[in-house]
Structure formats: C-alpha cells, structure tokens
C-alpha cells in the first residue's frame, strides 16, 4: 500500500469533507438570516396628497395620484408654470374624484390656442371652500377643513378666511415641443 503525503491528503479532505460539512450547515444557517417582516405600514400622522404626470404629449397630460383622504374627495387638477410671484394657467381646472383604494386620475387639456411644453407644474389641491364635498368627506375633514392640519401638515395651508385646504405640485420635466 502506496503512503499518501500529508499535502495531498489535506488537499483531499478538503475537496471530499469540507464540501459534506458545509452542506451540513448550510439548513442551519438558513434559518438563521434575516427575514423581511410584512408590517402594516405606520399610519400617516395626518393627511396627505400626491400628485405625479402619467403621461404627456403637447395635447393632453395624464396626471395620477394618491391621498388617504376620504372617498369621494374631490381633488382639483391643473398646469400652471411659475409667473413672476405668481402661476400662469395653461389648462382650466379638472377634477377627479379619490377612489376607495386612494387613488385619482385625470386627463388634461390644454387652454385654446396654448400647447403644452416641457417643465411645467401639475397643482393639485383638496378644500372644502372650492367644491361642494360629499358628506363623508366633509364628516372627515371638517366643514371649513378644519381637520387637515392636525401636527402641523406641510401641505396644508388657509384660504379666504379660515378654510384650509391641501396643496401640492408635480413637475411635468418632459412634454410637448
């Protein structure tokens, strides 16, 4: 019987034992890394309203978005762009409605004798003062609004008098001409 050299015989267990134990192990490690936890996202400290194009040509922007204000909320849509201190318009205002999933969407048009071009705003804004709500929304968010601003909401703002509404704006970078 021919005597293996102990260099080869380490090699030889490496390649035959090695690979057996840490298959071995490999069912218990397994089980030992970190699994993602499904949880319930955190509740919104108040309420919210997002706004994003879906969409664009020089005719028409698609605009969705998502609120967890009550369903039915009416949510007023438009193109603007930033005019000195204040907006030019280049569409009239479109409503769409917040689904029961939190959703909304709406197709815009552009004013007569105006196209749309690139870098222009999407406004969207929820008030009580702007639109005849449905009662749930209006059992929700206050006759005036008045509920929008629990903590301080960085989207809420006051309007003729002591009615808050909800605003936020998306950019359109890439549209028309």
């Known amino acids: 019987m021919r005597i293996m050299s102990r260099p080869r015989l380490t090699y030889l267990l490496g390649i035959l034992i090695l690979p057996c134990i840490a298959l071995g192990w490999l069912p218990h490690t397994a089980r030992q890394l970190p699994q993602k936890v499904k949880r319930a996202p955190p509740p919104a400290p108040t309420f919210y309203l997002v706004v994003e194009q879906n969409g664009c040509r020089s005719d028409s922007i698609g605009a969705r978005g998502v609120s967890n204000l009550p369903t039915g909320a009416i949510i007023d849509l438009l193109i603007a762009d930033f005019d000195g201190d204040g907006w030019k318009y280049y569409s ?17 048009r552009p004013r007569r004798d105006l196209t749309f071009r690139h870098n222009l705003i999407i406004t969207a804004t929820f008030g009580t003062v702007y639109h005849h709500q449905p009662q749930n929304v209006l059992e929700v968010v206050g006759d005036h609004g008045e509920n929008l601003d629990d903590l301080g909401n960085p989207q809420a703002g006051t309007v003729s008098g002591f009615n808050t509404i909800l605003q936020t704006i998306a950019r359109v970078p890439f549209c028309g001409p």
């Open 92 to 108: 009239n205002e479109v409503t769409a409605a917040v689904g029961e999933d939190g959703r909304f969407s709406a197709t815009i």
